[in-house]
């Protein structure tokens, strides 16, 4: 059977999603750290932003020193999403595009232009890896997967996710308060869309980012509504993407943990008396044909902390944080034993339920 790849030029805007994101974050040489997303599409407000209006999240992390974190939003007319193709303009100085490459072997180029407060941006991330995601060629679950997560055997609705860049080398631009810094590193870039409530979906979800060269490790498991929770102690299973140098070694989906099980959380308050908890330390463990992964991570500080208010009421405030975390990596490969530490990103989404 002919292996289908997910396609990188047709991923454009959906005027249909409840939520859509398009995910950016990068480590560069100098020990810099970005993170940025856009989101062409939210029916609801980010933080302190309007709603239903597209925005720009920019956060940079300078080896030493503050946390800089900028913030955008844009009225419908200055946002134009590129018509057959994945990319948009959202207004002066703010772009994503993607250029296919010349042949099979090339996996063509993003190209990103930010601005927002003090902070702005031209780069170009160059894929090093075909993209990939858990729910197969289509990046979206599958309509049996659907009907179960939506409890109806007619919904339409749609869950699209997929790494377009699970690495790739980043170069370019970043400007700080008029002063440009030259940079290059790696980065990763995933893009994510729904048609419905995210409250409807799932409780909670998690998600790690892994890369310390040669290596890089994805993996994300979702906490789902009471319905379908086995356990209120932990979550279980998830996916995985496992990655050394220009090879995948394991890319899997398994939501019943045997091959990817989530086994501790330690959770923190981000602020004082507030409802929101994250994930601030995790345990969590892969097992692939000839390959065994653990990880124990444990957060350091809070990257980006930010609330969403969508148009339906959940009883618990609905937010997304991502925090810069320590991972204790072991890994068996074959007969090879290697252990390393490296820097990471841990994610929690609670939708609100």
């Not at 289509?138 to 109806?152: D, N, T, V, Y």
């Not at 040669?214 to 496992?242: E, Y």
């Amino acid at each position: 059977m002919k292996n289908r790849k997910i396609s990188q030029k047709d991923e454009a805007y959906a005027p249909d999603a409840h939520l859509q994101w398009w995910y950016f974050d990068a480590a560069f040489e100098d020990g810099h750290r970005l993170l940025t997303f856009f989101l062409p599409r939210s029916t609801g407000s980010v933080g302190q932003q309007p709603a239903d209006q597209p925005f720009l999240d920019i956060v940079l992390k300078p080896p030493f020193g503050e946390i800089l974190r900028e913030r955008r939003s844009f009225s419908p007319q200055e946002f134009a999403p590129r018509r057959g193709a994945f990319g948009a303009s959202f207004g002066e100085g703010c772009s994503v595009d993607f250029e296919m490459g010349t042949d099979s072997r090339d996996l063509g180029r993003y190209l990103l232009k930010g601005q927002a407060g003090r902070i702005g941006y031209d780069l170009e991330l160059v894929p090093d890896i075909p993209p990939w995601s858990p729910n197969g060629p289509s990046g979206q679950l599958s309509r049996p997967a659907m009907m179960l997560a939506r409890r109806s055997l007619f919904t339409q609705d749609y869950f699209h996710y997929a790494a377009f860049v699970p690495r790739g080398r980043l170069k370019g631009q970043i400007v700080v308060d008029g002063k440009p810094l030259h940079v290059r590193g790696s980065g990763y870039h995933e893009q994510g869309r729904n048609s419905f409530p995210l409250s409807e979906f799932a409780k909670a979800w998690y998600w790690l980012h892994i890369e310390r060269p040669p290596w890089t490790i994805l993996s994300g498991t979702v906490v789902p509504l009471p319905l379908f929770s086995r356990s209120k102690a932990r979550a279980q299973g998830g996916f995985v993407f496992v990655q050394k140098g220009a090879r995948c070694l394991m890319a899997r989906r398994d939501p019943f943990g045997f091959a990817v099980r989530w086994t501790r959380f330690v959770h923190r308050s981000p602020e004082p008396h507030s409802e929101e908890s994250l994930a601030w330390e995790t345990r969590v463990r892969w097992i692939g044909p000839g390959l065994f992964l653990k990880a124990d991570v444990v957060s350091r500080e809070v990257l980006e902390h930010l609330h969403f208010d969508h148009s339906e009421k959940t009883p618990v405030q609905s937010h997304w944080s991502q925090t810069i975390a320590e991972a204790k990596v072991k890994i068996l490969h074959g007969i090879r034993r290697m252990e390393f530490d490296a820097e990471c990103i841990l994610e929690t989404m609670v939708t609100g339920v």
